[in-house]
Every structure is written in structure tokens, then in C-alpha cells.
Nanobody, 126 residues
Framework: QLVESGGGSVEAGGSLMLSCAAS??????????MAWFRQAPGKEREGIAT????????DYADSVKGRFTISQDNAKTTMYLQMNSLKPEDTAMYYC????????????????????WGQGTQVTVS
């Protein structure tokens, strides 16, 4: 089960931190590739960041690189997304996702095929 929190409304240039708490995982957290996605109204879902649950390797889509930071607390099996310098175009529903896969496929080139999803948290930037 994945549960996101931390969404809200913020002015352009502001910051938000999203959290994704993972529980009742079939395998240990370190085996999962964790990711953040977002979907704006009328647009396709976009993968924006990944983090390997075991090694902590991270990768980002160009649209958020340098502004967003993905991190995790393995002990708490919780993933985070620190979002800085927010823009109106960042407005979207944000989802966390998890999938068991090799480290080489836990990167921005492999945003397809995630098995587990949270319910989403809304981020609105004005």
C-alpha cells in the first residue's frame, strides 16, 4: 500500500514536500524502485523522479531536474519529493509508485510498468 501526503496550494516560487508511506509490501523495501509521477488535467501521466530503494540512486525528468529532490527513509519505508521553485506548470495530481526491478531499470528511461500506485495528492501552483 502506498499513501501520499503533503500536497496543497502554493504560490509560484514556493516549495512543498510530498511524502509516500509504503506498507504491507510483498518484498523488502530495498528491492523496490520507487518513483513519483504526476498528471495534469488533460495531459498524460508523466514520470518525474526515481529512487532505488536499496542503493538510493536517483534520476529525474528534465522538467524537474534541479528543482525537485527525491529521497527516502528506508527505516520508515517512506519516500519524499522536495519541490522547490514551483511553477504553475507543476500543477498536477502527484502519485507515488513502486515496482520490483533491477537498479539499471530504476531510472527515467523506465517509467513504464510500475505495479503499485498510491491514490495521489494534488499540488496546485498559482
Amino acid at each position: 500500500q502506498l499513501v501520499e501526503s503533503g500536497g496543497g496550494s502554493v504560490e509560484a516560487g514556493g516549495s512543498l514536500m510530498l511524502s509516500c508511506a509504503a506498507s504491507r509490501l510483498t518484498y523488502t523495501y530495498s528491492m523496490y524502485c520507487m518513483a513519483w509521477f504526476r498528471q495534469a488535467p488533460g495531459k498524460e501521466r508523466e514520470g518525474i523522479a526515481t529512487i532505488a530503494g536499496g542503493r538510493g540512486n536517483t534520476d529525474y525528468a528534465d522538467s524537474v531536474k534541479g528543482r525537485f529532490t527525491i529521497s527516502q527513509d528506508n527505516a520508515k519505508t517512506t519516500m519524499y519529493l522536495q519541490m522547490n521553485s514551483l511553477k504553475p506548470e507543476d500543477t498536477a495530481m502527484y502519485y507515488c509508485a513502486a515496482d520490483v526491478r533491477s537498479y539499471s531499470r530504476c531510472s527515467r528511461g523506465y517509467f513504464s510498468g510500475f505495479d503499485y500506485w498510491g491514490q495521489g495528492t494534488q499540488v496546485t501552483v498559482s
